[in-house]
C-alpha cells in the first residue's frame, strides 16, 4: 500500500510562487501515474496535473498551464508542483495522488491511493 503525503502549503500573495512536495512511502509503480488534484471551500475536487512516473510525460488543467510545473524525483519517491504567478483563484487544498496506469490521468476516479492534503491560500 503506497502512502502520500505532502508538504508546502501556506499562506502567500498574488504573483507569488510556491513549491508543493509529495513523498510515497511504497512502490510506486513503473506504469503508475501521479497526479496533483485541488478542491477549494465548496467546489468539487478537481484536476491540476499529472505526470507518467516512469516515461515523465505530463498534462495539465488548462486554468494552470504555464504557470504550474509538475516533476517528480524518482530517486527519492517524490512528486512536486512548481507553482508560479499564484492567482487568489488557486486557493483550495492541494492534493497528490497516485494511479496504478497513465491511462486516465486527468480522473480523479482514476486514483487508488491519496495524500491528506496540504493547503494554498492566496491572498489579494
Known amino acids: 500500500q503506497v502512502q502520500l503525503v505532502e508538504s508546502g502549503g501556506r499562506l502567500v500573495q498574488a504573483g507569488d510562487s510556491l513549491r508543493l512536495s509529495c513523498t510515497a512511502s511504497?512502490?510506486?509503480?513503473?506504469?503508475?501515474?501521479m497526479g496533483w488534484f485541488r478542491q477549494g471551500s465548496g467546489n468539487e475536487r478537481e484536476f491540476v496535473a499529472a505526470?507518467?512516473?516512469?516515461?515523465?510525460?505530463?498534462t495539465y488543467a488548462d486554468s494552470v498551464r504555464g504557470r504550474f510545473t509538475i516533476s517528480r524525483d524518482m530517486a527519492k519517491n517524490m512528486v512536486f508542483l512548481q507553482m508560479d504567478s499564484l492567482k487568489p483563484d488557486d486557493t483550495a487544498r492541494y492534493y497528490c495522488?497516485?494511479?496504478?496506469?497513465?491511462?486516465?490521468?486527468?480522473?480523479?476516479?482514476?486514483?487508488?491511493?491519496w495524500g491528506q492534503g496540504t493547503q494554498v491560500t492566496v491572498s489579494s
Open positions: 495522488a497516485r494511479a496504478d496506469t497513465t491511462a486516465a490521468m486527468r480522473n480523479a476516479g482514476w486514483y487508488r491511493n
Open positions: 511504497g512502490r510506486i509503480g513503473s506504469s503508475a501515474a
Open positions: 505526470i507518467g512516473w516512469t516515461g515523465g510525460a505530463s
